[in-house]
Nanobody, 128 residues
């Protein structure tokens, strides 16, 4: 399984951005994997935002994540997206997607140690 993020950019506060996590090595809607989105700002701990099952498209958000973030997928493109609305300066961070095998169809995996496959991350910088 390989993950490649893209979409990070320098954007103005108040705008929106869509990040992409291209997933290779698994089949959407056939294999039980969960893709999670995380972010890490400089000097801060990594925090979970949301996760999604690529098998049945169930989604889960942290309390923080459900405010301005949306996770969704395009199985044809084998991509999981994270949309961020009303960007703020404190959204500046490296955003990374991660994958975990999910044979029991659980959800709610928003802690970094619950994942074992990571992408390289994409930088989002919000200017005020």
């Amino acid at each position: 399984v390989r993950l490649v993020e893209s979409g990070g950019d320098v954007v103005q506060a108040g705008g929106s951005l869509r990040l992409s996590c291209k997933v290779s090595g698994v089949f959407f809607q056939r294999e039980r994997y969960v893709i999670g989105w995380f972010r890490q700002a400089s000097g801060k701990e990594r925090e979970g935002i949301s996760c999604m099952s690529i098998y049945d498209h169930k989604v889960y958000y942290t309390d923080f994540g459900r405010q301005r973030f949306s996770i969704y997928s395009d199985a044809g493109k084998a991509t999981v997206f994270l949309r961020i609305d009303n960007l703020r300066s404190d959204d500046t961070a490296v955003y990374t997607c991660a994958a975990r095998n999910n044979p029991r169809d659980g959800l709610g995996y928003v802690r970094a140690h619950e994942y074992d496959i990571w992408g390289q991350g994409t930088q989002v910088t919000v200017s005020s």
